[in-house]
């Protein structure tokens, strides 16, 4: 609708979603070129890879080990490289837990899990 009323006329959907893709594209064209941000810097760290143990999957999300809303702070030694389904899934579900420093040792723990026996 709003693609519409700025053109001032009715388009297909398909040209709607062009232009408004192309509108994006250049909006943030700046804002998406290749940046050394925080979570990059986590990720190349700790090889792209997920960290937890006897995970080999790509990481694409950087995890706070001590959560922003628990104090926690936006230095890399607080941040883990996660799949998304670990993180998503195991994390932020409580099936996994992490503490430590990523620059140091991380101590990872599965409730669920030991709670069954299934790990010692």
């Known amino acids: 609708r709003a693609v519409r009323a700025a ?7 398909g040209e709607c979603l062009e232009r408004a893709a192309r509108h994006f ?12 941000t925080l979570h990059k810097r986590v990720l190349e ?9 006897g995970c080999s999957r790509a990481a694409v999300h950087a995890h706070h080990v001590v959560y922003r809303s628990r104090g926690g702070s936006d230095c890399e030694s607080n941040m883990v490289s ?15 837990q992490v503490r430590g420093e990523a620059s140091g040792a991380l101590v990872w723990s599965f409730p669920a899990l030991e709670a069954a026996g299934a790990v010692a």
């Open 7 to 13: 053109e001032g006329r009715w388009m297909p959907a």
């Open 25 to 36: 594209i250049d909006t943030w064209k700046d804002a998406l070129k290749e940046r050394n």
């Open 45 to 53: 760290r700790d090889g792209w890879l997920c960290r937890v143990p």
């Open 82 to 96: 996660l799949c998304a389904a670990h993180h998503l899934h195991g994390v932020h579900r409580g099936f996994i």
